[in-house]
């Protein structure tokens, strides 16, 4: 049964950091380009990073260049995300994803359940 879990949620103030984590399970992940998506309250979910399955390449959205780190640590089965200098627009829902397409052209993509972030005085 495939399983994303995120952890490491929380409410931070304005200028801290935390790490979320996202432990796959069920699938060989190692083939999978991760990404992390966040979804404020009436927002659509964006996609803020992605990392591709050899780790070779990392994009980030506009708004966390400079301030977010996208790894993964294939061994483990984990995709992180490093979030520094927090602004309270960084609020919301964060969901680790995962995704390939095969030869085929099929299709694979998986969410986790979410974890939220807070950051507010």
């Known amino acids: 049964q495939v399983h994303l879990v995120e952890s490491g949620g929380g409410l931070v103030q304005p200028g801290g950091s935390l790490r979320l984590s996202c432990s796959a399970s069920g699938f060989t992940s190692t083939s999978y380009t991760m990404s992390w998506y966040r979804q404020a309250p009436g927002k659509e979910r964006e996609l803020v990073a992605t990392i591709t399955s050899a780790g070779g390449s990392t994009n980030y959205t506009d708004s966390v260049k400079g301030r977010f780190t996208i790894s993964r640590d294939n061994a483990e089965n984990t995709v992180y995300l490093q979030m520094n200098s927090l602004k309270p627009e960084d609020t919301a829902v964060y969901y680790c994803?995962?995704?390939?397409?095969?030869?085929?052209?099929?299709?694979?993509?998986?969410w986790g359940q979410g974890t939220q972030v807070t950051v507010s005085s």
């Open positions: 994803n995962a995704y390939r397409a095969d030869y085929y052209g099929n299709r694979y993509r998986y």
